[in-house]
């Protein structure tokens, strides 16, 4: 995935699968979005602890606030029963937990892999567990452009099969026959394109500030002529 320096991937979710045997190009193009903070929106930037304990795992990383992790952590703490206190030193109404009754069985680590995308998903489900889960205040996205053509070329291919019989690296029984299968089915090349400089950025702004609500109620209800 190509995300922000402040954005934490989350590769379960917006992470693109690459088919070996190919030669893949991204091209993206990047998007801001502000939002107004309260009254006008619920958003928020501010970090809770829970999250700013996972990025500090992330040694010289300065990621931001992000629902998705906020999400994340709440279902980190629902599926495997993790007691959130430790984290929240007895707050648990500061942060996201699940209502319900803990589960006596817990997943192993490949299982929550597998389940926490599929949770991800449900956002309407998961805000009924957390409402500190807010929008963000201020996001970038990238929008990608995929393409891709069938690779190696049969000149690189024979220049690759010298390379890895020089080297070595373990090679499969049937090497000298199906060596081309073989570097076409562990082949895969990446490129990256930045599509356009131009940012596309999108602001929102208030149309009535608290000075026009005030005059508009105070001609309303006739407090001044």
């Not at 090497?175 to 602001?203: D, H, K, M, P, R």
């Amino acid at each position: 995935m190509i995300h922000d320096n402040t954005q934490l991937p989350l590769i379960d979710v917006a992470g693109i699968l690459l088919e070996p045997g190919r030669k893949h190009k991204l091209g993206y193009k990047k998007k801001q979005y502000k939002f107004l903070p309260s009254p006008y929106t619920y958003c928020t930037t501010d970090i809770p602890r829970p999250m700013r304990a996972m990025f500090d795992q992330y040694e010289g990383a300065d990621y931001a606030y992000s629902q998705g992790n906020s999400y994340q952590l709440l279902c980190l703490v629902a599926i495997k029963n993790v007691d959130v206190s430790v984290l929240m030193n007895g707050q648990l109404d500061q942060f996201c937990y699940p209502k319900r009754k803990p589960s006596s069985k817990h997943l192993s680590a490949k299982q929550v892999a597998l389940v926490i995308p599929m949770l991800l998903l449900e956002f309407q489900k998961l805000h009924q567990y957390c409402s500190h889960c807010l929008p963000e205040c201020f996001t970038v996205t990238c929008a990608l452009t995929t393409s891709s053509v069938v690779a190696p070329s049969t000149r690189y291919a024979s220049s690759t099969k010298a390379y890895l019989e020089s080297m070595s690296v373990p090679l499969s029984a049937d090497w000298s026959t199906n060596w081309l299968s073989e570097i076409q089915n562990n082949y895969v090349a990446l490129g990256v394109v930045c599509e356009s400089t131009q940012v596309e950025n999108y602001t929102q702004e208030a149309s009535v500030g608290p000075a026009n609500v005030l005059s508009d109620v105070g001609g309303h209800t006739k407090l001044w002529t």
